[in-house]
C-alpha cells in the first residue's frame, strides 16, 4: 500500500460518510427519529436503517423514549450517547489550574483544582498537569482520553497550539502546549485562550442557555474577553482576539504594565493591578494593613473580603476598576453587539459590588439598541466554566463531521491522534 504523503489530506470513505451525518443530526438536535432522519438526508430508509443500528452497535447511539404515535408501530426516539468517549481538560490560571474529565457533552465527570504559579516555567507546569491528568485518570478510570483541551492565561497562536509573548508568564513565549501533550498523550490537542474557552463554557452550558451572540468578560489576575457570535468563538486571523487586557486607557506613566508598556487597562484595573496599590497603600486600610504584617503579603481572597466588609479603601479600588472596565466594555458592546454579557473570573468572589457598578455605567454608555434586550449576568459555572469550555473545545472538534468521518466507523478515534490533529490544522 502506498503512503500518503504527511501534506496530502487523508479523505474519509465514502461509507462513513451517511453514518457521521446520521449521528451528526441526532447529536445537534436536529433529527431524533428515523423517520426524521430519512427526511433530513434524503437517505433511503432501508439505508438510515442500517447507519442507525450501527451507530448504536458502536455505541455513538442509544435507544430514548417511544416517539409520538403516527399511525403504527410507535419507534423509539435517537438521542446521542455522550459516555461513548470521554476527553481530559485543563484551564491554567497565574496562580491556579483545573483539570477534568468530561464527557462528549461538556459534562465533567469529576475534576481537581490545584494552586500553582504559572511564572514556575512551562516544564514544571505541564508535569503537575500531567500528575493531575494521572490523578483524574485513577479516579475515574478513564486513562486513555479521546482528546484534550486546554485554556492558557496568554495570547496563543491557536494553529500551532503555542503561546505568544505571554506578558505574564515568563518563559513560556514560543512554548507549544500541543507538543508538550501530544508527546504525553496519543490523542489530539486543542489549546485556546483562557477568556475564549471560558465564553465557549457559559455560551454552551450556562444559565440560562438562550443561544444568543455572547461577550465574556474575564477580570481576574488579568483581564480578557471572548466573544461567541452564532455559537462560534471568534479567535482573529491569528487567535489573539478578545486580548483587551491591553487597551489603552491611561496616559498616566505610573501606570506600568507587565506587558512592558503605559498605560494598559491591566495596569489599571486588573487584579494584580489592585494588589499592587492595596500593597503600596495598605497603610490607608486597617484590615489590610495587618494582612500585610502578618503574612507579608496581600492575595486576592484578602482584598475579596475587605470589599465584603465594605472597608473603604478596599471598596474604592474596586469601584475605580469597575469603572475604567466598564468605560472599555460599553466600546466593546456598542462594537459587537451581543445579546448577553457575562462576568467571570477573580472578580466574583469580592461580592455583587463590581457587576452591579459595571452594569449600571455599561447600560449608561451603550447605545439605545445594543442595550435593548441586553443581558447581563455573572458566570453560572461555579468558576468552572474555563475548564468546561476546554472540554467542549476537544469534544467539539472531534465530533465535528468531517473529523468524525475519520473515525466513526471504528467506534473510536484511539490510534488516529496524528491523522485527526494534521487534519484540524489545515481547517485553523
Not at 3 to 12: H, I, T
Not at 91 to 105: H, I, K, P, Q, R
Not at 152 to 169: C, Q, Y
Not at 200 to 205: A, H, K, L, N, Y
Request: net charge negative.
Amino acid at each position: 500500500m502506498t503512503a500518503v504523503p504527511a501534506s496530502q489530506p487523508v479523505l474519509p470513505s465514502l461509507d462513513t460518510a451517511p453514518l457521521a451525518l446520521v449521528v451528526d443530526l441526532v447529536r445537534s438536535g436536529r433529527a431524533a427519529t428515523r423517520r426524521e432522519l430519512t427526511t433530513l438526508t434524503g437517505l433511503s430508509r432501508k439505508v438510515v436503517a442500517q447507519r442507525v443500528d450501527q451507530a448504536l452497535d458502536l455505541g455513538l447511539l442509544e435507544l430514548g423514549d417511544l416517539a409520538p404515535s403516527e399511525g403504527g408501530r410507535q419507534a423509539r426516539m435517537l438521542r446521542f450517547r455522550p459516555a461513548a468517549g470521554h476527553v481530559y481538560a485543563a484551564l491554567v490560571g497565574v496562580s491556579e489550574f483545573t483539570v477534568a474529565v468530561l464527557d462528549l457533552a461538556g459534562e465533567i465527570v469529576e475534576s481537581h483544582h490545584q494552586d500553582w504559579n504559572v511564572d514556575t516555567g512551562p516544564e514544571p507546569t505541564m508535569k503537575q498537569i500531567d500528575g493531575a491528568f494521572e490523578l483524574l485518570a485513577r479516579r475515574t478510570g478513564v486513562s486513555a482520553p479521546w482528546a484534550v483541551g486546554v485554556g492558557m492565561p496568554g495570547p496563543v497562536e491557536f494553529a500551532t497550539g503555542r503561546l505568544v509573548a505571554p506578558p505574564i508568564m515568563p518563559g513560556w513565549d514560543g512554548f507549544s502546549v500541543r507538543s508538550w501533550l501530544r508527546d504525553h498523550y496519543d490523542a489530539p490537542v486543542w489549546v485556546d485562550n483562557d477568556a475564549n474557552l471560558m465564553a465557549f463554557g457559559e455560551w454552551t452550558r450556562g444559565v440560562p442557555a438562550d443561544g444568543r451572540d455572547l461577550l465574556f468578560l474575564k477580570v481576574g489576575t488579568g483581564v480578557g474577553a471572548g466573544l461567541i457570535v452564532r455559537g462560534r468563538v471568534l479567535r482573529g486571523q491569528q487567535g489573539a482576539a478578545g486580548d483587551i487586557g491591553h487597551i489603552h486607557v491611561t496616559d498616566d506613566p505610573e501606570a506600568r504594565c507587565r506587558c512592558g508598556r503605559t498605560g494598559c487597562l491591566e495596569a489599571v484595573a486588573s487584579g494584580w493591578a489592585l494588589l499592587r496599590r492595596a500593597t503600596q497603600q495598605a497603610s490607608e486600610s486597617p484590615l489590610l494593613a495587618q494582612v500585610l504584617r502578618e503574612r507579608g503579603e496581600i492575595k486576592g481572597g484578602d482584598l475579596g473580603e475587605a470589599v465584603r466588609a465594605e472597608d473603604p479603601f478596599a471598596v474604592r479600588l474596586v469601584d475605580e476598576a469597575s469603572e475604567v472596565i466598564a468605560g472599555v466594555t460599553a466600546n466593546l458592546l456598542n462594537f459587537c453587539n451581543p445579546g448577553v454579557l457575562v462576568v467571570g473570573g477573580g472578580v466574583l468572589r469580592t461580592g455583587t459590588r463590581f457587576l452591579d457598578q459595571l452594569s449600571r455605567t455599561v447600560l449608561e454608555r451603550c447605545t439605545d439598541l445594543v442595550r435593548r434586550d441586553l443581558t447581563i449576568r455573572p458566570a453560572s459555572l461555579d468558576h468552572l466554566e474555563g475548564v468546561t469550555g476546554a472540554g467542549l473545545l476537544a469534544a467539539e472538534n472531534l465530533l465535528a463531521p468531517a473529523a468524525l468521518s475519520r473515525w466513526i466507523d471504528r467506534g473510536t478515534p484511539l490510534g488516529q491522534a496524528a491523522l485527526l490533529q494534521r487534519f484540524s490544522a489545515d481547517l485553523a
